[in-house]
């Protein structure tokens, strides 16, 4: 009963270095979304993707770049590593766009850019 | 934009008491309200939500309630136990793209 989960755990990064945390699915869900989560803040939406091979921009998109290739999963790239992209990022899955549901949430990727 | 304030930011209680957690938000045209649970260093699990037309939900020890009009929610539970200590976070959904967050009351439980 695996659900979302997301890789690395953890992260440490020099400024300018580039990389992708990647998450995976196994709920057969069709949205899914990757979220940021800063002390003091609430989540805040990164992007999010409503089906298979679509992406769109959420609240807080600048500095990153997603990627929705297969349904079960949804990559998030850094392009140039800064330290206020210094977070813990959590990716969620839910059924269908505009549902519902409950979303799914990953135990997080826990990233630090020196 | 949507606000989400949870107030407090923490609160600490003995063992067996009931309890309350508030939640309020600037807009009320939602679609629902999700209450979560996040323990240390782990993501989020959802725990009730509640549908705009609902007016409470119920799960075990734990009722939450909607007052779309007024922007507000309360999370109750009942007869704590120590393993309810986590952040307890309210989530308001409004069209169809995105969760709007609060930032969580901590709560601990006192055996």
């Known amino acids: 009963n695996a659900g979302v989960t997301q890789t690395p755990k953890f992260q440490v990064l020099k400024t300018g270095q580039s990389m992708t945390l990647q998450c995976a699915q196994d709920?057969?869900?069709?949205?899914m979304y990757w979220y940021r989560q800063d002390p003091g803040m609430g989540l805040r939406l990164i992007y999010y993707?409503?089906?298979?091979?679509?992406?769109d921009k959420g609240e807080v998109p600048d500095g990153y770049n997603v990627s929705r290739l297969k349904k079960q999963n949804f990559l998030l790239g850094l392009e140039s590593a800064a330290p206020s992209q210094t977070s813990v990022y959590f990716c969620?899955?839910?059924?269908?766009?505009?549902?519902?549901?409950?979303?799914?949430f990953g135990d997080g990727t826990r990233l630090s850019i020196l | 934009k949507q606000e989400v304030t949870q107030i407090p930011a923490a609160l600490s209680v003995p063992e067996g008491e009931n309890l309350v957690l508030n939640c309020s938000f600037t807009d009320s045209a939602i679609y629902n309200l999700q209450w979560f649970r996040q323990d240390p260093g782990k993501g989020l699990t959802s725990l009730l939500l509640i549908q705009s037309s609902q007016r409470e939900q119920t799960s075990g020890r734990l009722n939450a309630s909607l007052d779309k009009s007024s922007g507000r929610s309360t999370l109750y539970i009942a007869a704590s136990q120590p393993g309810d200590s986590a952040t307890y976070l309210c989530a308001v959904k409004t069209g169809a793209n995105n969760l709007f967050f609060g930032t969580g009351t901590r709560l601990t439980v006192i055996p």
């Open positions: 993707s409503a089906s298979e091979g679509t992406t």
């Open positions: 969620a899955s839910t059924s269908s766009w505009g549902s519902n549901q409950p979303q799914h």
């Open positions: 709920m057969n869900h069709n949205s």
